[in-house]
């Protein structure tokens, strides 16, 4: 079968697995399809390839097209998240001042609750604390004010800087900053470094958040319709590989390759398994769900999602959270999902929108056979994000 | 002030040739201050110092996202700092992307300001990016003209043939796998370690 090449930015990340797996695994090829995977050098570049049409889809942060529909970051092409490549992955840490601090404070480093990190933090800090996150836009970032803003740290001095993560340990060692949100290998590879020690994984903060998105621009995507589909689909298989247990060790090696991530794939391997190392101590803590790529349809592209971070985006650059709910729904394509992949077997769920955080256990839900089963969907604070109409 | 005022351009590089090439070719416009920033840490501030009216940075430094911070006025006294893209000077933004330069620019300030700065600094990065990719090349063909000779001498040992003889095996091997020569070559290298 001939197959149509396709340039794919991706940044090296354990959660750009679904496309290195696509392609490494020939799922590509059995949809038409060929990827010619770009490694990006910072996300700003990876936003502008594929805005200037360099790349035609883009493996990115999901407020990314959001914040860009809402007029904020500069870029204005428009793009559409037409999938979820992942659900959840970062980590958050502290410097090894901080570790000292909150060991001597009692803390247990249960790496789970956040409530409690949260409140053993505040009652540590002395002066400000500065977080590293890898860009201003990013999931990172509202995960960290989402979870300030609910506990004890409310009343600290948080200040977020961007540090790309392949600095991160350098900039923690450094003391430029105090702790830091980042998605795997990057926490773990503070932790191996002893410059760091990990306080929560991202899915103790909420249990659903949408990481990363397959971007493309959405006139390509009006006028590429085959090779979109086509797409999605090879990711879409890609992912359902991921998410079974044999899979996990070649998809460790595959990414450890010097051409994606150049880490070992134990380090990558603790991220798919959940098991991590926490701290030089060598303390283990365990993860359910650490990152998720497949199961309770974590790749539909909900609706509601997009208006959870609008609204959240629209509060603190002071824009009306209404109307940005509204743009945002439209960046998030759950028409496309639906369109091209329901004729693929795929369970698709019978709504697009949701209350985000409404789920405390895994729940069935109405979809085209009546199997779907969504996963637990809380915050951490037990509140519920009802979207506006 | 006004119209006369000289524009300052911050330019983010590590490299110092790099740096001197760029800063040489904008200061010969003589419109503009310009000033260097070489260590990564704490960027965002430091540029903020010199409250420039353009901030130029090489499209591949992974550092560049910290600059994406600027785009956001956080304070009332910050000037927000655009990516230069938008309206009719979008094609300029295109060309300086492909050239492998970023610009940001303080928001308001007038196209034909800015343009002729940006012209100049593509120029320049055109200029650099070619020496790079030619350097990376001729690097890249060292490495395996190395391996390459490696290989040949293994098959010329193992087998007793002369370097042509050799030379001709590894190719035709190549030809009838659809690969390269020297992925031929490293691949016989490295079983030849793992064997030995």
Redesign the interface.
Known sequence: MRTVSLPVAYMPLVDAAPLIAAREMGFDHAEGVSLDLRPA?????LR?ML??G?VDAAHLLSPVPIAMALG?????TPFSAVSVLSLNGNVIGVGQDLEKRLRASGYAFDFQDANAAGAALARVANGPLVFGV????SMHVELLRYWVAGTELASTQVEI????P??MAQ?LA?G?IDAFCVGEPWGSVSVDDQVGALLLPGRAIWTCAPEKVLAVRTEWAETEPHLLGGLMRAIWRAARWLSRPESRTTASEMLSRASYLNVSSELIDRALSGEFTISSRGEQRHVDGFVEFFDGAASFPWRSQAKWIAHQLARR?GLDPTQAEYQAAKVFRSDLYRRELQSSGVELPGASEKLEGAIPDATAVASASGSLILPPNVFFDRRIFEPSE | MGMSRKLTVVVVEQNRDRAIAIVDALKDSGEVDVFVIGA???L?RKIATHSPDIVLID???????????L??ASGPMERPV??F??GAAGGLA?AA??AGV?AYVVDGLQAERIKPVIDIAIARFHVLRQVRTELAETRRALEERKVIDRAKGLLMKAKGIQEDEAYAMLRKTAMNQNRRVADVAEALVTASGLLS
């Open positions: 050098p910072s996300w700003s570049s502008d805005a200037f360099h904020l970051g500069g870029i204005a890898p860009f201003p836009f800087r961007t540090v790309p392949p600095l900039a450094a430029e650059n | 990564v840490s704490g965002a499209i591949d430094n992974p550092s560049r996202d910290m600059l994406e911070e785009t956001i655009a990516m893209v938008s295109k992307v492909e970023s």
